[in-house]
């Protein structure tokens, strides 16, 4: 690598097959959007069967592909086995985490957060596209997260909005 050239980034996205969305895309069409993409970074992607194969994913995404972060998107079913197996995903995901000192931003849909069908696929796109660009400002834009902090931003639903500070 040259003197002036600088070592590409690379945003991991891993999605799975289970999910009802195509959280993957939605993630990818954000990355697609930030500035530098393809110039100062690319998108490395790859799909599991469900939620609980994210963090091996993940993991792999960084120590195989040398990504520098990770966007890991599922969706949990409603039923309280899924509640279980969804906790013990982000278990796994935190533990890949620590393992690779590398942030690995966990993006999970209930699919009983809505019962209307149309509601739940605006809740899949603006999580994915939303953690996706909190990735990409991780890496390149960190004051963008700190101008938000304290804000009650959610990704999915409406903000919170912030508390009173007195």
Request: a negative charge; proline letters at 3%; glycine letters at 6%.
């Given at each position: 690598m040259g003197k002036n050239q600088t070592k590409l980034k690379r945003i991991g996205v891993v999605d799975t097959m289970f999910a009802?969305?195509?959280?993957?895309?939605?993630?990818r069409a954000e990355l697609s959007e930030c500035p530098g993409y393809n110039s100062t970074f690319r998108v490395i992607s790859a799909t599991v069967p469900g939620f609980k194969?994210?963090?091996?994913?993940?993991?792999n995404l960084?120590?195989?592909d040398k990504c520098d972060i990770v966007v890991a998107l599922g969706m949990p079913g409603s039923a309280p086995i899924d509640?279980?197996?969804a906790h013990e995903a982000s278990l796994g995901i935190m533990q890949a985490q620590l393992l690779t000192s590398?942030?690995?931003?966990?993006?999970?849909?209930?699919?009983?957060?809505?019962?209307d069908p149309a509601v739940l696929a605006s809740v899949?796109?603006?999580?994915?596209?939303?953690?996706a660009r909190?990735?990409?400002?991780?890496?390149?834009?960190?004051?963008?997260?700190?101008?938000r902090a304290g804000q009650g931003?959610?990704?999915?639903?409406?903000?919170?909005g912030p508390l009173d500070n007195h």
């Open positions: 009802r969305y195509d959280m993957g895309g939605a993630a194969d994210l963090a091996v994913a993940a993991k960084i120590e195989k509640k279980q197996c590398t942030p690995i931003l966990e993006v999970f849909v209930h699919e009983d957060e809505s019962d899949f796109e603006n999580r994915s596209r939303s953690h909190n990735a990409y400002w991780m890496l390149f834009e960190p004051e963008q997260l700190a101008r931003i959610r990704q999915g639903f409406g903000d919170a």
